[in-house]
């Protein structure tokens, strides 16, 4: 079992930069490959960025958000960066054991990122 509790999630102006974090629990985290989804209100959830023994990114964050994970920590970061208004939404951090695309086991609650414009 694994719990996810996100953070960093706030207001910034179109262009600006925020950092989440997501911090786990658990001895095995780093055995975990990890994920950042985000919903969109009316949307669908998507795929934003995974991390297991390399990176993967949506081609709508690429160049702009980098995921990286200290385990020492037992933490999963996302660095966004030139965020634009339609960044904005809920965004999950989840823990699974296959694929960094995917699927997912767990997931936390959420934090909001707002942009505005």
Request: overall charge positive.
């Amino acid at each position: 079992q694994v719990q996810l509790v996100e953070s960093g999630g706030g207001l910034v102006q179109a262009g600006g930069s925020l950092r989440l974090s997501c911090a786990a629990s658990g001895r095995t985290f780093s055995s975990y490959v990890m994920g950042w989804f985000r919903q969109a209100p009316r949307k669908e959830r998507e795929f934003v960025a995974g991390i297991s023994w390399k990176t993967y990114y949506a081609d709508s964050v690429k160049g702009r958000f980098t995921i990286s994970r200290d385990n020492a920590k037992n933490t999963v970061y996302l660095q966004m960066n030139s965020l634009k208004p339609e960044d904005a939404a809920v965004y999950y951090c989840a823990a699974g054991r296959t694929f960094a695309t995917g699927p997912y086991e767990y997931w936390g609650q959420g934090t909001q990122v707002t942009v505005s414009s």
